[in-house]
């Protein structure tokens, strides 16, 4: 039968009520002009043309508007409304609204694309299709639990190779992104990184990408390190000062090869390994000042 347009304006209209509180009820976006679409009302399915819609059964089929409450048939979640999801029953279920995976009952994950709540896979192959915190086993279709991070240095910790950021997880094996250490085979040019932060490689190459010293998973080179608190923290490291007004016994200015020189300061330049530490003056030549005995 041919249902009135007022009637559809009241349904549409307690259909929007409704999934203000939950997803008993959602309706697809209509087309104003003439061409055929469909939805899903409280009492079944409609096909219209333009604005003329007729009732066309008590179950709506898969796929009827661009989106369905509990109880519509479906045969993926993106066919139910927010805050449901598609049950193994082919049917929209109610799994509540989210927008991460605490907001979640116990064997259910946040879907964020759709601020839903879903069932945690029961198979997988591949790791997007496995909640945060754990990865696919492609060979048995499970999904199973390494543990969440936010850095590769969380990740490297609790014994694995680095950190997923996009998915917040523990990774086996070697970053696909970059790692902070590593020889380098290629002649591209090392990019200049922000302090505190040291460049990433991949494959003997530098990414062109950054890291900030304290996320790295692996300790990078001596010189890679652009600042005096990290380069200093490694045993292994040492620091190349600018000694500044550098003067020998006399007054005169300190030049290389100079002896007894002192200097009014000294300013942090650069970071070696500890066995190569030393002092320059301002035209950077080397003085005969050992960095250990600087006065800092």
Same mark, same amino acid.
């Given at each position: 039968m041919t249902k009135?347009? +007022? %009637? !559809?304006?009241l349904v549409l209209a307690m259909a929007t009520l409704a999934a203000l509180t939950g997803c008993d009820l959602y309706f697809g976006g209509n087309n104003s002009g003439g061409d055929n679409w469909s939805y899903c009302g409280s009492d079944g399915q409609y096909q219209c043309q333009g604005q003329n819609c007729t009732w066309v059964g008590p179950t709506c089929t898969s796929g009827s508007g661009s989106g369905s409450g509990s109880g519509y048939t479906c045969t993926s979640s993106t066919q139910?409304? /927010?805050?449901?999801? @598609?049950?193994?029953n082919g049917v929209c279920t109610e799994g509540g609204f989210c927008t991460t995976d605490a907001d979640c009952g116990s064997g259910y994950h946040c879907n964020t694309g759709r601020s839903s709540c879903e069932p945690n896979p029961t198979g997988c192959a591949t790791n997007t299709d496995c909640a945060n915190g754990t990865v696919c086993d492609p060979t048995s279709g499970q999904c199973n639990e390494t543990c969440t991070c936010t *850095? #590769?240095?969380q990740a490297v910790t609790a014994g694995y190779g680095y950190c997923d950021e996009t998915r917040n %997880? @523990?990774?086996?094996g070697t970053d696909p992104a970059g790692s902070c250490a590593g020889t380098i085979t290629c002649n591209t040019a090392q990019p200049t990184c922000p302090t505190g932060q040291v460049p990433t490689i991949v494959?003997?190459?530098w990414t062109g990408s950054c890291e900030a010293y304290a996320a790295c998973g692996a300790s990078p080179a001596c010189t890679s390190i652009n600042d005096e608190p990290d380069c200093l923290g490694? *045993? #292994?490291c040492g620091a190349v000062y600018i000694g500044l007004n550098c003067t020998k016994p006399d007054g005169s200015a300190c030049h290389s090869g100079d002896t007894n020189c002192t200097c009014a300061s000294f300013q !942090?330049?650069?970071?070696?390994?500890? %066995? %190569? /530490?030393?002092v320059i003056n301002e035209s950077?030549? +080397?003085? #005969?000042i050992p960095a250990a005995l600087i006065l800092k």
């Open positions: 009135s347009i +007022q %009637t !559809f304006c139910c409304a /927010a805050g449901c999801y @598609c049950g193994s *850095t #590769d240095a %997880t @523990c990774m086996a494959s003997g190459c490694r *045993t #292994d !942090f330049n650069s970071c070696v390994s500890k %066995t %190569t /530490a030393h950077g030549e +080397q003085l #005969d």
